[in-house]
C-alpha cells in the first residue's frame, strides 16, 4: 500500500535556526507530493507542492522543499525558524492524477525564543 | 478567494445521536473529500466522490455514509454517533491532481 513516513512526531528548534522536517514515501512512481500546514483549530493550509517541474519547491513563509528521487524524500527546510512557525506539518502524497491524496501522521514544530 | 465552508466549527452529540456535517464549496471542484483526524494518526480519508451523487470508500468508512445531491454540497452522516467518532472532520475539495483546498473543520464530541 502507498505510504507517507513522517519522521519525528515533535521536533524543537530555537527561534532563527534552521527547520528539518522529514517526509519520505513509497513509490516507484513519480508522485505529486504536497507539505500542508495546520495552526491550531484551523484547516490545512498549503504551504508548497511538487508536480514533476522543478525539483526545488518554493513555498510560502519562506519554506521549501526538495524532491529526492533516488531517496524518495520531500523534506521541508527553512533557513531560519520564527515563533510564528511553531504549528503541525503535515506531507501528503497522490500517486496518479485523480486519487486521493495520503497524509504522514503530522509533525508538531515547536520554537523556543 | 477559494472557500470550503463547513456548517458547525464545533458539535456536542449524544451516543446514538444521528450526526449530519455540511460542507460547501464555491469553486466548481469535481472532487470532494472527508477526512478524519486524531492526534498521533493524521488524517484519514472517510469517503470521497468525484462527481455529484457518487462516493467511494476511503480508508475508515465503518460507520459513516455520504450524500452529494449537488456538485458544491458534500454531506457526511453518522447514523448512530458512538465515543470512538468523537474527532475533528475536515471537508476538503480540488480539481484533478491539483491541491486539496480545506475547511476549517468540524470537532465532534460524542458524549
Known amino acids: 500500500a502507498q505510504s507517507v513516513t513522517q519522521l519525528g512526531s515533535h521536533v524543537s528548534v530555537s527561534e532563527g535556526a534552521l527547520v528539518l522536517l522529514r517526509c519520505n514515501y513509497s513509490?516507484?512512481?513519480?508522485?505529486?507530493l504536497f507539505w500542508y500546514v495546520q495552526y491550531p483549530n484551523q484547516g490545512l493550509q498549503l504551504l508548497l507542492k511538487?508536480?514533476?517541474?522543478?525539483?526545488l519547491v518554493k513555498g510560502i513563509n519562506g519554506f521549501e522543499a526538495e524532491f529526492k528521487k533516488s531517496e524518495t524524500s520531500f523534506h521541508l527546510t527553512k533557513p531560519s525558524a520564527h515563533m510564528s512557525d511553531a504549528a503541525e506539518y503535515f506531507c501528503?502524497?497522490?500517486?496518479?492524477?485523480?486519487?486521493?491524496?495520503?497524509f504522514g501522521k503530522g509533525t508538531r514544530l515547536s520554537v523556543i525564543a | 478567494d477559494v472557500k470550503v465552508t463547513q456548517s458547525s466549527r464545533y458539535l456536542v452529540k449524544r451516543t446514538g445521536e444521528k450526526v449530519f456535517l455540511e460542507c460547501v464549496q464555491d469553486?466548481?471542484?469535481?472532487?470532494m473529500f472527508w477526512y478524519r483526524q486524531d492526534p498521533g494518526l493524521g488524517l484519514r480519508l472517510i469517503y470521497f466522490?468525484?462527481?455529484?451523487?457518487?462516493?467511494e470508500k476511503g480508508d475508515i468508512p465503518e460507520g459513516y455514509s455520504v450524500s452529494r445531491e449537488k456538485k458544491e454540497r458534500f454531506s457526511l452522516i453518522l447514523e448512530s454517533a458512538s465515543t470512538n467518532q468523537t474527532s475533528m472532520y475536515l471537508c476538503?475539495?480540488?480539481?484533478?491532481?491539483?491541491?486539496?483546498?480545506f475547511g476549517e473543520g468540524s470537532r465532534l464530541t460524542v458524549l
Open positions: 476538503a475539495s480540488r480539481v484533478g491532481a491539483g491541491e486539496l483546498f
Open positions: 513509490s516507484s512512481v513519480p508522485p505529486y
Open positions: 511538487y508536480t514533476s517541474a522543478a525539483t
Open positions: 501528503a502524497v497522490s500517486f496518479s492524477g485523480n486519487t486521493p491524496l495520503v
Open positions: 469553486m466548481d471542484h469535481e472532487n
Open positions: 466522490s468525484y462527481d455529484v451523487k457518487m462516493k
